[in-house]
């Protein structure tokens, strides 16, 4: 009876994650498996310490959508909780060699649940034009897992679209973190000329915008009334953000002429210059960040205009018309008397 060598193959596509889990494409194996998200020091020879996420163990057949979730390995610790950056990570199908449905691969140091081996006993990432041996693999311990152990005879370059076929094991992947913001505006009193951010995080750094209420009205590039200088990526507090003075918009006011609600809106440095371009660029630079639902990350604020006289009170013109509406009717009421 003829026994079949074990074989399985994994697609893992180019992708946009928020940091704490990669999404596998598809995987199918013969005998069951497990794959694991390696980062780019494995092409360095760290085969054991470049392992970062792990998929349950998935039975022989074809699975698509596999979410694996990094940072929480069998046998690793990690500083990190989730990925700070945009980085190649790669994709490989192991096996489950002792049969305990249980990734044992960095607790064993590499002596169980290695990966599935190509016909040419070598593990081929896709994209990176790069061949890690099974040399390498088999001399994965702690002691000896060094640049040394992938040298030139087995790193093989120049990896074609011939040879990266269904039998691949790997595959590698450009993982781009998701941009996210979160901005606080709260209701103020100001002068009508500056207003301030409360606090403001920008994973990509980035800008505050300050757009009025035609916003809601749908004029995304009119409302903008005020934008911050460059913040940097982080958390930031008590920005002051100068209204009416944005590059590419023209305005009649330079400042505030009544109270009114405005809304603060996180935007990128698309182009990174670190020149607010949203407007200048008629929004196709420097848009705003998104959350889930793909809608502009916002928070709103009742903004107060105060002049030398106080407040201004929407309600005074109002009163003044009605107290004076008030002492004339006295007044005509008293000549009648008097009449």
């Not at 893992?12 to 069951?32: A, H, K, L, W, Y």
């Not at 606090?199 to 911050?228: M, Q, T």
Request: aromatic letters at 6%.
């Amino acid at each position: 009876m003829t026994e079949f060598e074990p074989n399985a193959n994994v697609t893992f596509e180019n992708q946009s994650s928020e940091g704490t889990s990669v999404v596998i494409d598809s995987v199918n194996s013969t005998n069951g498996t497990f794959v694991a998200i390696h980062d780019a020091t494995l092409l360095e020879g760290n085969v054991i310490g470049s392992v970062i996420g792990v998929s349950e163990f998935l039975p022989a057949g074809e699975h698509e959508n596999v979410t694996v979730e990094l940072f929480d390995v069998p046998g690793a610790e990690f500083e990190e909780t989730e990925l700070t950056e945009s980085q190649t990570l790669i994709a490989m199908a192991h096996q489950d060699t002792n049969d305990n449905l249980v990734y044992d691969f960095v607790t064993s140091n590499g002596t169980e649940d290695g990966p599935y081996l190509e016909e040419t006993g070598e593990f081929v990432t896709g994209g990176t034009n790069e061949t890690i041996s099974n040399e390498t693999m088999e001399n994965a311990t702690e002691d000896n897992v060094t640049e040394d152990n992938v040298t030139e005879d087995n790193v093989k370059e120049d990896v074609t679209e011939d040879n990266a076929t269904e039998d691949n094991v790997t595959g590698d992947a450009a993982v781009e973190l998701e941009a996210n913001a979160t901005v606080q505006f709260d209701n103020q009193t100001t002068s009508g000329e500056i207003v301030g951010i409360e606090s403001v995080n920008l994973s990509e750094g980035g800008f505050v915008a300050i757009h009025n209420e035609s916003l809601l009205e749908g004029d995304a590039i009119g409302s903008v009334i005020g934008v911050s200088e460059y913040l940097e990526p982080g958390e930031h507090s008590d920005i002051p953000v100068r209204l009416f003075n944005v590059s590419g918009a023209t305005f009649e006011n330079t400042t505030l002429g009544e109270n009114e609600t405005l809304i603060a809106m996180p935007h990128l440095d698309t182009n990174e210059n670190e020149t607010y371009d949203f407007v200048a660029t008629n929004g196709s630079e420097d848009g705003p960040y998104i959350n889930e639902t793909d809608a502009p990350i916002i928070d709103d604020a009742m903004v107060s205009v105060e002049t030398f006289g106080g407040v201004i009170d929407d309600n005074e013109t109002d009163d003044n018309e009605t107290d004076d509406e008030t002492t004339a009717n006295e007044t005509s009421s008293a000549v009648s008397l008097h009449g």
